[in-house]
């Protein structure tokens, strides 16, 4: 057992204890002073009702009369719950209420975990539309496959508000910003590297589709689910083709040497492996990282157990190694996107998170790493660098003005204090609370 896989078991024993002392990890707090009884007739009746007929009136006054424009709504069924899969909805919740402190402390961002009793698409879907109205924004998650597309793609459509699923836009920004890096440190180039996709769930199917669209062919990709590598041979996607609509595109586009097997024959010849399949560990053995080519980089981004530990890894010959962990190096992880991306979109009052927006945001993470000094054991900046993240939002919120899909118009610097100001006014708070022993 590596000293790895041993401080994985204490932090499993550590956060249960401390998951029970605080009764979760977030909680609703006023935002608006209260220095006397009489302040309860402003923010209150009979005060509020002049807040509410100024809505009526205009409903864009929302964004200026109540918290909404700061608000997002962390949506999930709880059918694809990390690398633990279908666990349910209150067993989801404490994840959604991670996310919510995540959103909170990395993005001055309040949001609301919601993990509701409906699993079909429909159902789903037309619980999402209810509760636009309350937020500014929605973050679906955790929703397994192939139903998780369907709804992300439906709601895009027409929805008033950003809609974003983190566990395929969210994982895909970081790790085009993380592969980026990682390439440039060991001398090679995007269109030129052999890629193993293992697992096809939300994540590599995401990361499928934008490798393709940075120019990567298809060809050189493999992928590989829990049955086996994909190739036009799968009977069994191809008796489902109505339903995996996603895997059989992917049976037919890639894999060109027809290549059959499992994790170890996706593996052999590949200079990068992408891994978001099962809670690990040893899902990959080390000797499939040794058939690898050689400067391999290994992303194994099972939650919360990595699909084999780095220090394994890196003795079976691999360049570099990332996980989805934060106790380990090179996080590649959508922690460091989601509360960058929220809180561009919500600075301009975004309608939408184009496709375009998540390429700025990998180009703006990329880039701020590189200007602070990359190293195969630092391809990205931690989750709690708050610069990152206001460069994050600027970037986005500079090309959904470009877009059109802004309803303000701030510039670069405007941007950056404003992201700056919203996280160190949280991190203040949550410092105040804590020395004052509330935490």
Same mark, same amino acid.
């Given at each position: 057992?590596? $000293?790895?896989?041993?401080?994985?078991?204490?932090?499993?024993?550590?956060?249960?204890?401390?998951?029970?002392?605080?009764?979760?990890?977030?909680?609703?707090?006023?935002?608006?002073?209260?220095?006397?009884?009489?302040?309860?007739?402003?923010?209150?009746?009979?005060?509020?009702?002049?807040?509410?007929?100024?809505?009526? *009136?205009?409903?864009?006054?929302?964004?200026?009369?109540?918290?909404?424009?700061?608000?997002?709504?962390?949506?999930?069924?709880?059918?694809?719950?990390?690398?633990?899969?279908?666990?349910?909805?209150?067993?989801?919740?404490?994840?959604?209420?991670?996310?919510?402190?995540?959103?909170?402390?990395?993005?001055?961002?309040?949001?609301?975990?919601?993990?509701?009793?409906?699993?079909?698409?429909?159902?789903?879907?037309?619980?999402?539309?209810?509760?636009?109205?309350?937020?500014?924004?929605?973050?679906?998650?955790?929703?397994?496959?192939?139903?998780?597309?369907?709804?992300?793609?439906?709601?895009?459509?027409?929805?008033?508000?950003?809609?974003?699923?983190?566990?395929?836009?969210?994982?895909?920004?970081?790790?085009?910003?993380?592969?980026?890096? =990682?390439?440039?440190?060991?001398?090679?180039?995007?269109?030129?590297?052999?890629?193993?996709?293992?697992?096809?769930?939300?994540?590599?199917?995401?990361?499928?589709?934008?490798?393709?669209?940075?120019?990567?062919?298809?060809?050189?990709?493999?992928?590989?689910?829990?049955?086996?590598?994909?190739?036009?041979?799968?009977?069994?996607?191809?008796?489902?083709?109505?339903?995996?609509?996603?895997?059989?595109?992917?049976?037919?586009?890639?894999?060109?040497?027809?290549?059959?097997?499992?994790?170890?024959?996706?593996?052999?010849?590949?200079?990068?492996?992408?891994?978001?399949?099962?809670?690990?560990?040893?899902?990959?053995?080390?000797?499939?990282?040794?058939?690898?080519?050689?400067?391999?980089?290994?992303?194994?981004?099972?939650?919360?157990?990595?699909?084999?530990?780095?220090?394994?890894?890196?003795?079976?010959?691999?360049?570099?190694?990332?996980?989805?962990? $934060?106790?380990?190096?090179?996080?590649?992880?959508?922690?460091?996107?989601?509360?960058?991306?929220?809180?561009?979109?919500?600075?301009?009052?975004?309608?939408?998170?184009?496709?375009?927006?998540?390429?700025?945001?990998?180009?703006?993470? =990329?880039?701020?790493?590189?200007?602070?000094?990359?190293?195969?054991?630092?391809?990205?900046?931690?989750?709690?660098?708050?610069?990152?993240?206001?460069?994050?939002? *600027?970037?986005?919120?500079?090309?959904?003005?470009?877009?059109?899909?802004?309803?303000?118009?701030?510039?670069?610097?405007?941007?950056?204090? =404003?992201?700056? *100001?919203?996280?160190?006014?949280?991190?203040?708070?949550?410092?105040?609370?804590?020395?004052?022993?509330?935490?």
């Amino acid at each position: 057992m590596t $000293s790895e896989v041993r401080s994985a078991k204490i932090t499993d024993e550590i956060a249960i204890e401390r998951h029970r002392a605080c009764r979760g990890k977030v909680q609703m707090m006023p935002k608006c002073p209260l220095t006397s009884f009489d302040d309860f007739a402003v923010w209150y009746t009979p005060g509020v009702a002049a807040a509410s007929r100024a809505i009526a *009136a205009n409903r864009d006054l929302a964004y200026e009369l109540t918290n909404r424009g700061n608000t997002v709504a962390i949506v999930s069924d709880g059918s694809r719950v990390l690398g633990l899969g279908n666990i349910g909805a209150e067993a989801a919740l404490p994840v959604m209420e991670g996310k919510a402190l995540l959103f909170k402390y990395l993005g001055g961002i309040d949001a609301v975990p919601i993990c509701i009793d409906a699993h079909e698409p429909d159902a789903i879907i037309a619980c999402v539309r209810a509760l636009a109205p309350s937020f500014g924004g929605v973050n679906l998650e955790d929703i397994a496959t192939p139903k998780c597309f369907r709804i992300l793609d439906t709601l895009r459509a027409d929805f008033p508000i950003p809609i974003w699923h983190d566990d395929q836009q969210g994982t895909a920004t970081v790790v085009l910003a993380g592969l980026f890096n =990682a390439l440039e440190l060991v001398g090679k180039r995007l269109q030129d590297v052999r890629i193993a996709l293992i697992g096809i769930g939300a994540a590599n199917m995401a990361n499928y589709r934008l490798l393709k669209s940075e120019g990567v062919d298809p060809r050189a990709i493999i992928a590989c689910d829990s049955i086996g590598t994909l190739h036009p041979g799968r009977i069994d996607i191809e008796s489902r083709a109505e339903s995996l609509v996603e895997k059989r595109q992917i049976c037919r586009e890639t894999n060109s040497d027809g290549i059959v097997g499992g994790i170890a024959e996706a593996l052999r010849g590949a200079d990068v492996c992408l891994a978001f399949s099962r809670s690990g560990p040893n899902i990959i053995p080390p000797a499939a990282i040794q058939a690898m080519a050689k400067d391999a980089i290994v992303f194994a981004c099972a939650n919360p157990v990595p699909e084999i530990f780095p220090d394994l890894a890196r003795a079976a010959g691999a360049a570099i190694v990332a996980t989805g962990r $934060s106790d380990l190096p090179n996080q590649v992880n959508n922690s460091l996107a989601f509360p960058g991306v929220f809180r561009g979109v919500l600075d301009v009052r975004a309608t939408a998170i184009s496709d375009r927006m998540a390429r700025a945001a990998a180009d703006a993470l =990329a880039g701020y790493a590189r200007a602070k000094g990359i190293a195969r054991d630092a391809i990205l900046p931690r989750t709690d660098d708050m610069i990152a993240a206001a460069t994050v939002a *600027a970037a986005v919120a500079l090309e959904a003005q470009a877009e059109g899909l802004a309803r303000t118009s701030l510039g670069r610097d405007e941007l950056m204090a =404003a992201a700056l *100001a919203r996280i160190k006014s949280s991190r203040r708070a949550h410092d105040v609370l804590r020395a004052e022993g509330v935490l």
